[in-house]
């Protein structure tokens, strides 16, 4: 079985550009949550999608957004980066709820320039 | 307001020797522990869970960790370390199962050969 997949596993960016991320859950997962660890610090509790409806959202400003596809699959937008952005975004995937029931992703590197 | 701390950002160890990672609270109950081990290149990997009645957990990997009330701390430890176990360990607290996880900024595990 296929763990949690998260592309691109890095990503450069400038300035003011727009990054995307993309995560695919394990397959009968429902629930999809974004996370933020920037370096030196632990991770921040970005966004939270589930049957396709944004559930909760973590103290983010609106340039974070993101989406869940009918097959569950999820996209994390950030608009206008910031030099501050850069991190790793990790994607966890749930059926139900339950902290004990998250499954990670390995994660994607943002480097924003 | 809640927090998780954990006072040590980087732990050397010699292989075989014993660990101890340690892990403080500040909720105005008990929450729900987590300690997660991050891997080089692998997502995060629940190691153990702490929600209610016996203090001393066990978990994956030969690890274990005891609650300890009067001090706020969830300590991991491990009586003998393998290089395999050089990883980001990270602690982890929420109100209840279902809500949001708060992260420690994580500890660094080296193991000295």
């Known amino acids: 079985e296929a763990g949690v997949t998260q592309s691109p596993t890095h990503l450069i960016k400038t300035r003011g550009q727009q990054a995307t991320l993309r995560c695919s859950p394990i397959?009968?997962?429902?629930?999809v949550y974004w996370y933020q660890q920037a370096l030196g610090l632990g991770l921040q509790f970005l966004l939270w999608?589930?049957?396709?409806?944004?559930?909760n959202r973590g103290n983010f400003p609106p340039r974070f957004s993101g989406r869940q596809f009918p097959n569950y699959s999820s996209e994390l937008n950030v608009n206008a980066l910031e030099l501050e952005d850069s991190a790793l975004y990790l994607c966890?995937?749930?059926?139900?709820?339950?902290?004990?029931?998250?499954?990670f992703g390995s994660g994607t590197q943002l480097s924003v320039l | 307001a809640q927090s998780v701390t954990q006072p040590d950002i980087h732990i050397t160890v010699s292989e075989g020797a014993s660990l101890e990672l340690r892990c403080n609270y500040s909720?105005?109950?008990?929450?729900?522990l987590f300690w997660y081990v991050q891997s080089p290149g692998q997502g995060l990997q629940l190691l153990l869970k702490?929600?209610?009645?016996d203090t001393l957990v066990q978990g994956i990997k030969g690890f274990e960790a005891e609650f300890k009330r009067s001090q706020s701390s969830f300590n991991l430890r491990k009586p003998s370390v393998h290089w395999s176990d050089a990883a980001g360990y990270f602690c982890?607290?929420?109100?209840?199962?279902?809500?949001?996880?708060?992260w420690g900024a994580g500890t660094k595990l080296i193991i000295k050969p």
């Open positions: 982890a607290a929420s109100m209840d199962s279902n809500y949001q996880l708060i």
């Open positions: 397959s009968g997962h429902t629930s």
């Open positions: 909720y105005g109950a008990t929450p729900y």
């Open positions: 702490y929600f209610s009645g």
């Open positions: 999608y589930d049957e396709g409806e944004e559930r």
């Open positions: 966890a995937s749930s059926q139900g709820q339950g902290n004990e029931k998250l499954f």
